[in-house]
């Protein structure tokens, strides 16, 4: 089974903090992905790589950067945390086939308070 | 842009009735999949079943099946003898093939509870 793991469960920080998220995936998937998940508007992209060092903005990328210096590790990274940023923060995985499946397997989940 | 759409926010259901979930999508690809995700509550997104456009025969696995129809770019999920374990988030999605890699569109969920 294909398993993707986060680095916390829960975090906690102050605003202005540098924040590492970190996402570790262990079936050897090419593309690996950031969202943010809020009531009422669902999943939305941050970033999303493809392969080691390469990464690609989604739709709201703002306020955050990210880096895969291996294959199995994306790292989520809040420069300077503000309390918008305030979230639950979802990683994910998948094959990275041409032609599909394209499902992906999802981490548990970090959620992020920002005081 | 690709959307995704899940009109109901919110719905309940009996324990051992059916349900079902309603979502539509856009897209203008001739090929592309389509997937039911589940969140319960505090645990772990997981798939619930997928469906490649280019199969005619709806997905089934188990209780869970989808109603696809490709014309109306239509996919609900029907949940059979609904369980409370099915209690949940339940994420609709299909793939983007704007120039991503392998990128899913997500819906904004609907939050699913059963009933004892």
């Known amino acids: 089974d294909v398993k993707v793991t986060q680095s916390s469960r829960y975090l906690v920080k102050r605003t202005g903090e540098k924040v590492f998220l970190e996402c570790v995936q262990d079936?050897?998937?090419?593309?690996m992905f950031w969202y943010r998940q809020d009531p009422g508007l669902g999943l939305r992209l941050i970033y999303f790589?493809?392969?080691?060092?390469?990464?690609e903005k989604g739709d709201i990328p703002e306020g955050y950067s990210v880096s895969r210096e291996k294959k199995e590790r994306f790292s989520l990274i809040l420069e300077s945390a503000s309390t918008n940023q305030t979230s639950m923060y979802l990683c994910?995985?998948?094959?990275?086939?041409?032609?599909?499946?394209?499902?992906?397997?999802f981490g548990p989940g970090t959620r992020l308070t920002v005081t | 842009a690709q959307t995704v759409t899940q009109s109901q926010p919110e719905m309940s259901v009996q324990e051992a009735e059916t349900v079902t979930l309603s979502c539509t999508y856009d897209?203008?690809?001739?090929?592309?999949?389509l997937f039911w995700y589940k969140q319960p509550p505090s645990r772990q997104m997981i798939l619930v079943i997928r469906?490649?456009?280019?199969?005619?025969q709806n997905a089934t696995e188990n209780r869970f099946s989808v109603n696809f129809q490709k014309a109306a770019k239509s996919f609900s999920l029907k949940i059979s003898d609904s369980q409370l374990g099915d209690t949940a988030m339940y994420f609709c999605?299909?793939?983007?093939?704007?120039?991503?890699?392998?990128?899913?569109?997500f819906g904004k969920g609907t939050k699913l509870s059963v009933k004892p």
């Open positions: 790589s493809y392969d080691v060092k390469m990464k």
């Open positions: 079936m050897d998937h090419e593309n």
């Open positions: 994910a995985s998948t094959l990275g086939l041409a032609g599909g499946p394209y499902e992906q397997y």
């Open positions: 999605a299909s793939t983007d093939y704007g120039g991503s890699q392998g990128n899913l569109i």
């Open positions: 469906q490649e456009a280019y199969k005619q």
């Open positions: 897209t203008s690809e001739n090929n592309y999949y």
